[in-house]
DNA sequence: GAGTGGCTATACATTTTTGTATGAATAAAG
DNA sequence: CTTTATTCATACAAAAATGTATAGCCACTC
């Protein structure tokens, strides 16, 4: 039954999978490209299954190679955390920390308490990821995340900091050429910044508005809130932003503000087996602090 | 940042953590005690800092090797998924699954609907892994998982299989010699044999009854419910036992019915990545259909 | 107190793995 | 059509990892 596949193998899988080709992946792991070959010919071998089609141009997955794919990020994942982990055991305060959130947050916000944090406790090297993906925790993609909802998982340790309010906003030059909506009804007619997909988020705001929400509603389509924002600061049009953040630019204007109103939860929460470790408590811990002043 | 630490590493470092010692560890993976050793050796000197302690009897894991403990054997969890995942790619229904559910169930309920498959399937490699962590499916430990709950994740595809009762049993012997209950207060007199935690579930049943339920009101404790079930059936007292299965021993005596009964919901879960395999589909469907046939 | 069985650590030969260099093939760009 | 830059596959040499054998240590047992 026991194979004996060697862990090496997966490693260098993940990085063809990754890479798209024997060399490129080469590259990525820091091997050559006959290495990395004979690895991707003795995990075929063992397993007994075609895992790529060799092209001229790199090699393509097969299905079989896809429904690798997901295990062996996985593997990737607890290997970093591992290299995390073991940097930072001692009592003193140090060690790598990986923090993951939004991109707006991670942006926007972040930039200056990580500067703090920096500052305060130089043996603490931080790592920020920028991603939605709610896995992100328990699958050690990252040490403590923030995020817009309680997490579920009894496993993390979670602080809420309080609501993120979220406003409509739009620059003066737009306002001028454009006019300023006074109903919520009057939206309709605006250039809008919205969501290329509907997530459960923009689904939430839709209910507040007295119009249909569809994805053509939106004249200029991103996912990216930091992309978002900075439309709304080129005039492209009207879009949502959250209040604190908009209200550091002087030239943006809260629109609707009587009429509309989004409030979003804010947490920040860790796996608990990190509480033993200094490092970790003490990013947590400052991330609190430091996101408690910008929330009201 | 990249230290670039071979997976093989962490894979010899499980080893050495599982059995206690560089020559057990060589044994059990198939290599040799300077091979290990030498691959301890190496993960200290990447990782720069001192995993065990080297001991004529063996090695003494440090802090920091427990704290990698867990990440390595998730590791070593999905290596054997992946395993698993390759092994059962075809339109065919072949391949390895693996189920995990409780002792007694595992034990005196599922033989009978694993032969049955491994009869109309021969093709599908069953598994059985006894365990009642609830991290299992999610960490890849098994594919399908039998539990006494509905299951919060979303991953997971889950059904419902219905009530499996509980009721208190005794064997006709032990009946003869120390009397029969007549009401659950009586209980409180009676050898008691019951469990060696007070988990949740013992914990709902304590509130049923009309005394307290303490440690020490158990006379025989034991953490396997299978365990228990051989100490009812050898007349050691009167304890707790599922109904279907205590009423097929004939000397079992069903005690206190009326007065106590407690019923426990069962499902059958697969992780929704499964779907596509046609090995996996299958044995959660006879799961479904066999479990169905023993809960009422 | 000699013997036995467990362990780690080290020296050395061997095997295995890896890297270098090269060839062949394809695709895009001049 | 040629050049250039990719890619993968193969041959051979170099390097690295492994296995064998052995020594030393400790705890038990007889």
New interface residues.
Partial sequence: ?N??????L??SFLGVMQEGSLSAAARA??STQPTIGRHIAELERV???TLFIRTQGGLTPT??AN??L???S??AN??A???R???R?GDDIQG?VRVTTSDVIGIEILPTIFADIAERFPNIHLELALSDKVQDL?S?EADIAIRMFRP?QTQLIARRIGNIGVGFFAHTCYLTKHGTPSTLADLEAHRLIGFDRLTDYIRSVAKKLPFPLEKDSFVLRTDSNVAQLALIRAGAGIGLCQIGLAERDKSLVRLLAEDFCFEMDTWVTMHE?LR?SPACKTVFRELVAGLQGYVY
């Fill in positions: 039954m194979k004996d596949i060697g862990w090496e997966y490693r792991l820091g397993l007994n299954i299905d079989a429904a690798l997901l295990p062996a996985e593997m607890i290997a955390a591992m290299e982990v073991t940097s055991h790598t328990l050690r579920k087996d033993k």
